[in-house]
């Protein structure tokens, strides 16, 4: 009889403990987990590779479990054959320059002025040994004055003629240069632009060769040596990023309260220390099922999605592999 009343004893006790836990404010075990969730902090790795170059290898210039910055420089390769390049463009770049700004100093027209003027001067000295010749060649058929007088009239008027012609032709020579120089300025100053535009894509490239720390964090490890070749878009150096990161699965009926941008309370379990993290975005999760936990066990499984979380700064020393404990009823 004693033995039969065991079984009746613990299934009263056991209806009365849970009373009890329904009656503490909802902190049962289906609540708590609801409101608790544990995750571990982890941080993303990045596999850093020269972009689009390769080349020996001239200087590893960090070590393996130093911490960089971001843009900190990790490793070099030879670049002499991109600064020989660079010489010859500099040089043509300078020839260029003076050939401009020949070109320029004759589209501003000094010569061409200049000699508009001696074309004027030689008209007028022509307009005059003209009307001398005329009135000395009608008194020469008068006999009014000496033969010696005629000539000498005649060959002023000749060479009057004559200074107008070489000035004409200069002058002409001088407009047709100045059409040219003024064609041919914006050619030179477009063949400038085409080779500024190589020097450009030059020294692009050269700082391509220079690999740098894509965010701030730990090298982990770092692949060729010096003297070695590396590849273009090949993996050179491991890094892991300062930022720490953790993920939660919640079910559907949780997600709408993780905003992108919104933040939850954390506690770090192994220091006991409270900080917060911010979420960075909520994507579905179908491979990752999330039983309904509930009093009516007849209810099925919910629709999962993974949140990431960015631990905010301010923490403390924490390592990768560290667990965090999240209340899920303390999103912003």
Do not use: H, W
């Amino acid at each position: 009889m004693k033995n039969k009343m065991i079984p009746t004893i613990l299934l009263i006790a056991a209806v009365l403990t849970g009373g009890v836990l329904l009656s503490l404010d909802g902190k049962d075990a289906v609540s708590v987990y609801a409101q608790k969730r544990d995750s571990l902090l982890a941080a993303e790795q990045y596999n850093v590779s020269f972009q689009q170059v390769g080349g020996r290898v001239t200087g590893v210039l960090v070590e393996e479990g130093q911490f960089v910055e971001a843009g900190t420089a990790l490793i070099t390769l030879d670049a002499s054959d991109i600064d020989l390049q660079m010489e010859r463009l500099t040089a043509q770049i300078e020839t260029m320059d003076y050939q401009i700004a020949q070109a320029q100093a004759s589209v501003k027209n000094y010569d061409v002025n200049m000699q508009r003027t001696a074309v004027q001067t030689a008209r007028s000295t022509l307009d005059a040994a003209q009307k001398n010749y005329d009135r000395t060649a009608a008194l020469y058929d008068e006999g009014a004055v000496s033969e010696t007088a005629y000539e000498d009239s005649r060959l002023r008027f000749t060479s009057a003629e004559n200074t107008l012609a070489q000035n004409l032709e200069t002058l002409q020579k001088l407009e047709n240069n100045l059409t040219v120089s003024g064609m041919n300025v914006p050619v030179l100053e477009s063949q400038k632009k085409a080779l500024e535009i190589q020097m450009e894509t030059l020294l692009d490239q050269k700082d391509r060769m220079v690999l740098k720390a894509p965010v701030d964090g730990t090298v982990l490890r770092i692949i060729p040596k010096v003297g070695e070749n590396a590849a273009a878009n090949a993996p050179c150096v491991v890094q892991q990023s300062k930022q720490l990161i953790f993920d939660l699965y919640v079910p559907e009926t949780k997600v709408l309260d993780f905003a992108v941008g919104s933040s939850v309370p954390v506690l770090i379990v192994a220091t006991g220390e409270k900080a917060s993290g911010t979420v960075q975005y909520v994507v579905s999760a179908p491979g990752y099922t999330s039983s309904r936990m509930s009093r009516d066990n007849s209810q099925g499984d919910l629709a999962s999605f993974q949140v990431r979380f960015a631990l905010d700064e301010g923490a403390g020393n924490l390592l990768p592999g560290m667990t965090v404990e999240v209340r899920l009823d303390g999103a912003d």
